[in-house]
């Protein structure tokens, strides 16, 4: 795993400044980041949304049956229909200057697609996060893959069927969120010695409220759920 990690740096390095640049020109002109995703790819969501250290201004594309929480089986079928994707940004209302950023293993599956076609149907730029040997492989079940789609990719390397241990019949250690997370952070990172950034301070810290409650006001008129219990 630590190999990866490192074969993934190396490989990212050129996509990642280009990256950089793209995000920061949109927190910088207060625009926001919306991150998307399926099934487990929502992980990611997660990770870059209201978390310590992670930036503020980002919008979780989200609906309850694309996640396995919501049942696990026909998470899977809802992000292979077509149909879901466009109405799920559609509803969180972007502008321009905003970005979105979409996380998926196999780049397949019509609502990572679909996310990014409305995106770009908004003038709105799209950064992939996806393994490209996955891709390759994976049947186009929305007639293009999200690599053709974004205007710029993130390869997080994972080998088909994700799995990586033992190395001579891998069965376990998937690599597609521990090398999308590293990725995420890598590009925290680049960007954090650029600009001043809106970033989240820990709930149990010093001073963490205070910090937190200044984010708030500043951003949830735009990004609804950071005051509600239930996402329209």
């Known amino acids: 795993m630590r190999d990866h990690l490192d074969r993934v740096e190396r490989h990212n390095a050129e996509a990642l400044e280009r990256a950089c640049g793209l995000v920061?020109?949109?927190v910088v002109n207060d625009g926001l980041l919306y991150l998307g995703g399926s099934g487990h790819s929502l992980?990611?969501?997660?990770?870059?949304?209201?978390?310590?250290?992670?930036?503020?201004?980002?919008?979780?594309?989200?609906?309850?049956e694309i996640s396995p929480l919501h049942g696990a089986w026909p998470?899977?079928?809802?992000?292979?229909?077509?149909?879901l994707g466009g109405p799920v940004l559609e509803a969180a209302a972007p502008?321009?200057?905003?970005?979105?950023?979409?996380?998926?293993?196999?780049?397949?599956?019509?609502?990572?697609v679909e996310l990014a076609t409305a995106a770009r149907s908004y003038g709105?730029?799209?950064?992939a996060v996806v393994s490209g040997p996955s891709m390759e492989i994976a049947p186009a079940r929305?007639?293009?893959?999200?690599?053709?789609?974004?205007?710029?990719?993130?390869d997080t390397l994972?080998?088909?069927?994700?799995?990586?241990?033992?190395?001579?019949?891998?069965?376990?250690?998937?690599?597609?969120?521990?090398?999308?997370?590293?990725?995420?952070?890598?590009?925290?990172?680049?960007?954090s010695g650029?600009?001043?950034?809106?970033?989240?301070a820990s709930a149990n810290v010093p001073g963490g409220d205070e910090r937190n409650a200044e984010l708030l006001a500043r951003y949830s008129e735009r990004v609804p759920v950071l005051r509600t219990s239930v996402m329209g």
């Open 24 to 26: 920061l020109d949109t």
């Open 43 to 64: 992980g990611m969501v997660l990770e870059g949304f209201f978390r310590a250290g992670g930036l503020a201004c980002v919008y979780p594309l989200y609906r309850p």
């Open 75 to 83: 998470a899977t079928e809802a992000e292979r229909r077509s149909g």
């Open 95 to 112: 502008r321009a200057g905003d970005l979105v950023v979409i996380f998926s293993n196999s780049g397949a599956n019509p609502y990572p």
């Open 124 to 127: 709105l730029p799209v950064v």
């Open 142 to 154: 929305a007639g293009v893959k999200l690599g053709e789609v974004a205007d710029l990719v993130l």
């Open 158 to 191: 994972a080998p088909p069927g994700d799995v990586s241990h033992p190395v001579d019949a891998p069965r376990t250690a998937a690599l597609s969120s521990l090398s999308s997370v590293y990725l995420w952070n890598l590009l925290l990172a680049r960007m």
């Open 194 to 200: 650029r600009a001043d950034l809106p970033l989240w």
